[in-house]
């Protein structure tokens, strides 16, 4: 399994971005996608996670400006970010677990200038 994370960049405060994140390889049509963050000197942050039938679960601070969804036949999970913040500035990871095991991305950086 491959995961090929997309989209990050530069954006003012404010400012919306798209990440991407395909899947590609053995995926088994029942699995679980999601979105974290690693901000420099920081843990790895949970964003969301959205299932192979569209529920998802985000953590209190992520609600409101982030966005999970699907899109089962290209094998891709998308994060909409909205009202950027530069604290929002952090390498975006992509997962994907199946069959007990987790996968992840390479990670897209993205950077908030205020």
């Known amino acids: 399994v491959q995961l090929q994370a997309s989209g990050g960049g530069l954006v003012q405060a404010g400012g919306s971005l798209r990440l991407s994140c395909a899947a590609s390889?053995?995926?088994?049509?029942?699995?679980?996608m999601g979105w974290y963050r690693q901000a420099p000197g920081k843990q790895r942050e949970f964003i969301a996670t959205?299932?192979?039938?569209?529920?998802?679960i985000y953590p209190d601070s992520m609600k409101g400006r982030f966005t999970i969804s699907r899109d089962n036949a290209k094998k891709t999970v998308y994060l909409q970010m909205n009202s950027l913040k530069p604290e929002d500035t952090a390498v975006y990871y992509c997962?994907?677990?199946?069959?007990?095991?987790?996968?992840w991305g390479q990670g897209t950086q993205v950077t908030v200038s205020s």
């Open positions: 997962d994907l677990r199946q069959n007990g095991r987790q996968y």
């Open positions: 390889g053995n995926i088994f049509s029942i699995n679980d």
């Open positions: 959205i299932s192979s039938v569209g529920s998802t």
